[in-house]
């Protein structure tokens, strides 16, 4: 135990009042560090944590405890003010706080003093961990940092707990509070709608709030993910610059704040975001942040998307480190209609395509409302018995016989109002008692407060995996914002619905990952309306969008994969636009996860061995694509092409894809320089994914370069031919 640590215990043991004994910390510094980031909070003289620094690492530690805990300023009016790492209402700070407590008196302000911090190593990196208490209520709140050296990213997040006689009211309870002092900020925010996800758009940041948020309850991003970059010199770049990339792992509605206050700093408060949701907190109960997940990159958004990527492999997606199942999805092929001997022949078609499993997608379940259509059957998880007589035994053995394994779409917290479920329980729907009830496709969201809805939900997969240890995947599906604001089960605490929603999400999310490990799935919602760092925990993949338009599905998955590893975003091959090529659509896909969710039928012979050839060439190059370093070479931003790179960690084998989107006449097209390829060694450079017969449109097809000139010089991969697609293979010898 350290000795500022044996003092503090003593000061208590004399029951000194807390902000005395906190004040006699003052000075104390508390570092939080990366290899490349330094995030360092200071108490202040008055026993309050300030932030006393956020940047690139500093070099000697002598230096951390010059740094200054005050923020003077000529228009600051109080003498003490600094960037309070937890800022609360109520206290003499003038901007927006992080946390809004009305306690059970009435009082809606809380100071917070400094009582004790520690640090433990945890899985990949170090945990702090830092007690705050008001000196008045007994209300402690809780800060916790791992920071991850080598992937420079920090998770943060907060417990807030109490031991008042009564409830407390929370009206704000950020996961975390960051502050930067820059001449200009510069925010990318990742918003569009269904079928247009992860659009990126920038502007500045200048006085007063810009707030980023959503109030879906479920279905929660379906109008803007919960990703953003601050650039801190500039719009941010890819390869240069610092910049500011964070993401909130809550399933949920979010909201981040940017707040540039009158001496032009940044203040940075992102976490559930407390629409409708003045949370009671019951003495004794803690209340637990998501977790903000955030890098600080000094060289572009590049540098900073390859540290998330490797983060979430190792740490944060669910079988980070295993390899990904191909598949061939009916939905977009038989949507509703299908039978069991169309899903036998279905899944020999997944055979012969060589991908690994056949995904089974909606309208396999409900008997007295046959899910025919999306207006009934949801919450009646038996198999149809008029299309699957032999249920998914049937179909399991059937994926067996044809040599893949099986997966099965579900969307298990939705209930359709024409289905026995609801007849059963129509208070296990959010709804309301005594005004219309409106729906989004059809359907009522469960609720999920209520622990036994909870039990009932795991029950499902519980039962069909349980039945049936053939399953062997799950697409999980959520079609519907929450609608009819009101928990049946929460009565009088409205207030809290928002929230133990998610929670009773989570809840059946653990439960399902804690018995069955081994069963990866696929997080799915209207599309990418879900892609959170927490969902993913329990998730091998995402679904990113309904769209699967190769020309609009390019920036989809740019937007992504700013954030996330190709490895947890799914793409599949469909008939979306049929104009485009069957080999330009094949290699926008295989930049993710590949799978195909088309009929067999439409393509011919040359069309499906090309199919083929591709499905073995992404199975081949795994451990490049979804194990290896991404560059994005260039961006369909700022020009009518992309190019998207991937190197292996031992920089052996890399893939380049490269689009041609919608060029115009005579645009110019440059030369492409890669990146990330050994300087000294040689590459075997092979255009791949061609189609039969066709011949190698680059120069370079067949010879070998060195990793020097292929960074250097580059390859002529891009053409002004709208819609087509260029793909490398290189090999070291
Ligand atoms: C959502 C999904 C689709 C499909 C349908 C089924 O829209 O995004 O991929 O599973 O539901 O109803």
Redesign the pocket.
Known sequence: MRKTDCLLIAALALSVPLCARAADEAGKVIRIATDATDLVLTVGDNGRLYQSYLGPKLLDEADLGKLPWIRRGSGTPVPNQGWEVYSTSGNEDYFEPALGITHADGNPSTYLYYAGSRQEPVDGGTMTTVNLRDDKYPLDVTLYYVAYPKENVIKTWTDISHREKKPVRLSQYASAMLYFDEPEYYLTEFAGDWAREAQMTGQPLRFGKKVVDTKLGSRAAWFVSPLFEVGLDGPAREDTGRVLMGTLGWTGNFRFTFEVDNMGYLRVIPGINPYASVYELKSGDTFTTPEFIFTLSDRGTGQGSRDLHDWARRYSVKDGGADRLTLL?N?ENTYFRFDQPLLASLMKDARSLGVDMFLL???WFGNKHPRND?RAGLGDWEPNRVKLPGGIKALTDAARDAGVKFGL?I?PEMVSPRSELFEKHPDWAIRQPNRDTYYSRNQLVLDMSNPEVQDYVFGVIDGILTENPGVAYF?W?C?SPITNIYSPYLKDRQGNMYVDHVRGVYNVMERVSAKYPRVPMML????GARCDYEALKHFTEF?CS?NTDPLERVYIQWGFSHFFPAKAMASHVTSWNKSASIKFRTDVASMCRLGF?IGLQELDERELEFCRQAVANWKRLQPAIMDGTQYRLVSPYESNHAVVEYVDSDRRKGVVFAYNLAPRFRDPVRRVKLRGLDPAAGYRVAEINLMPGAKPSLAEHGATCSGDYLMKVGLDLLKADPATSTVVELTAL
């Open positions: 999805n939905w997608d909606d309208g999306d779409w969307e697409k599906d079609n799915c919602s209207s599309g679904w309904d969710d």
